[in-house]
């Protein structure tokens, strides 16, 4: 991304863009080691912009997403087998980071932010923010098998912690709403086959209060203010 020279030093709050101007056309600032005087000089990232010799860094702007993330999509950044990953998805002009991941076929709600105080808070285990996921599962769990799914059970050697569900609409794929609030992986797709019904699909429409609402598959959006504040309460 690159941005004239003048907006660079504002946003870094050196001075106000009419100030900053000053500044270069008094020949006061470097980019790379050069002095500037051009008003219309361009910064690249990565380059070094100096003020009287001392380095200035852009103040880096705190950018929170929601993304609808569609099945087929991996959450990491890169990955070898080169399929698409969320990032592809996301022009915001800043390198943004997933809080937590959904498989590759799962879809649903992705929070995006390069807020790493806020990514720790919400993914730490401590501290329990709930996730909601609508499940279509193979048959129909019975009353039985819902209790054992609420009350915790053996996924591997981990013992799950009391979760929620409840049938949708029943069919040959049923349809379930789970609540859980750990986040092991392929959680929900193991605590269902742990009670005998297998997931066909998979989407997480809430974390905590924050819904995925009508955002539309492979868009995002900023989070508002409210929303914002609301998850560092968490
Ligand atoms: N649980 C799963 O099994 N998969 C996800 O992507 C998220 C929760």
Do not use: W
Not at 5 to 15: E, G, H, I, S, T
Not at 144 to 151: G, L, P
């Amino acid at each position: 991304m690159s941005v004239r020279l003048q907006k660079y030093l504002a946003d870094a709050q050196v001075a106000s863009r009419r100030k900053a101007e000053e500044m270069i056309t008094e020949g006061r600032v470097s980019v790379n080691g050069k002095t500037i005087t051009e008003l219309g000089t361009k910064v690249e990232d990565g380059d070094t912009v100096c003020v009287d010799g001392k380095e200035v860094r852009p103040a880096e702007k705190l950018i929170y997403i929601m993304l609808h993330k569609p099945d087929g999509y991996v959450t990491t950044a890169k990955e070898q087998f080169g399929r698409p990953a969320v990032l592809d998805l996301v022009d915001c002009g800043y390198r943004v980071y997933p809080v937590g991941r959904l498989d590759y076929d799962t879809s649903g709600l992705l929070l995006l932010t390069n807020d790493g105080e806020l990514t720790y808070k919400l993914t730490h285990p401590k501290h329990n923010v709930e996730k909601t996921y609508i499940a279509q599962v193979e048959g129909t769990p019975t009353e039985d098998e819902m209790k054992h799914f609420r009350e915790g059970l053996e996924i591997e050697d981990y013992k799950t912690a009391p979760a929620k569900i409840k049938i949708l609409k029943k069919g040959t794929l049923t349809t379930l709403k789970i609540v859980i609030h750990e986040g092991k992986n392929r959680q929900v797709r193991k605590m269902c086959e742990a009670i005998g019904h297998r997931v066909r699909r998979l989407k997480r429409v809430a974390t905590g209060s924050l819904s995925l609402g009508s955002l539309e598959k492979g868009k995002y959006r900023y989070l508002t203010d409210k929303e914002i504040e609301y998850l560092k309460t968490l």
